[in-house]
């Protein structure tokens, strides 16, 4: 799957800690708002 740049993101699911709680989140929820992804791939790891 390519990303490219001016099209639509592909929806998908992460889980997320959300208002005090975790939880399942999809990109799909927040259709029609401005949405920043932060991706820390390492984090809460001894690397």
Request: with cysteine; net charge negative; hydrophobic share 50%.
């Amino acid at each position: 799957m390519a990303v490219m740049v001016g099209r639509a993101a592909p929806d998908f699911e992460a889980n997320a800690f959300v208002d005090g709680t975790f939880g399942v989140v999809k990109l799909s929820d927040y259709k029609g708002q401005w949405v920043v992804l932060c991706f820390y791939p390492g984090d809460f790891t001894f690397v």
